[in-house]
């Protein structure tokens, strides 16, 4: 039996959880979402608790019963708390701003990155613009989007500048010692 499949997921107060047609749908202060699971597992809601059980016991059924289980305990986390990335900036010059539904990126180029926040998604800028933090209900839409911030200016490895994820840690390089 799965660990984490086999464990019930409560239903916080204000959360809705209804399942039909191979479809979970949770609804809750933050927003709404829904999934759709594979019918080698079965998702059934009792007495404010999501359980997922599995039909048999082959290798693929036993993993789609971790997943899904994890993937309806991340949709009832996101619709009553929600999601948040922290990204840093370090370099000299480098920075962001917020303008309105767009983030105004200086990242050493010619000119300044313009990237357009997605819908279900908000960002702020802390720090003097040294700290984005990015937030959602949707897990997955968080953490995509984050990385592709990061992905506009990865850290380098020997001053450390760029944009990178705040539990993130560079190894840094020594560089060229210059023998005369």
């Known amino acids: 039996m799965s660990r984490i499949g086999k464990l019930p997921i ?3 107060q204000g959360v809705k959880v209804t399942v039909q ?20 597992v079965e998702i059934a809601v009792k007495d404010n608790l999501v359980e997922v059980t599995r039909k048999d016991d082959q ?3 036993r993993a789609f019963h971790g997943l899904y289980r994890n ?15 922290a990204l840093l900036i370090n370099g000299v010059g480098y920075k962001a701003e917020l303008q309105g539904n ?4 200086s990242l050493g180029y010619s000119n300044d990155v313009m990237v357009g926040l997605p819908k279900g998604i908000s960002a702020a800028v802390e720090m003097n613009g040294q700290k984005i933090v990015v937030s959602g209900h ?3 839409l968080v953490g995509k989007f984050a990385s592709e911030i990061r ?10 500048k760029g944009i990178r994820y705040e539990t993130e840690t560079v190894r840094k390089k020594v560089g060229k010692t210059g023998v005369k």
């Open 10 to 12: 409560a239903i916080p």
């Open 21 to 40: 047609n191979r479809t979970v749908t949770v609804e809750g202060p933050k927003g709404k979402l829904s999934q759709d699971f594979n019918d080698s």
């Open 71 to 85: 993937l309806v305990n991340n949709m009832v986390q996101g619709v009553s708390q929600g999601f948040s990335k």
């Open 151 to 160: 992905g506009l200016r990865k850290p380098e490895p020997y001053k450390g």
């Open 59 to 61: 290798k693929p059924t």
């Open 138 to 140: 949707d897990r997955q």
């Open 102 to 105: 767009i983030l105004v990126l």
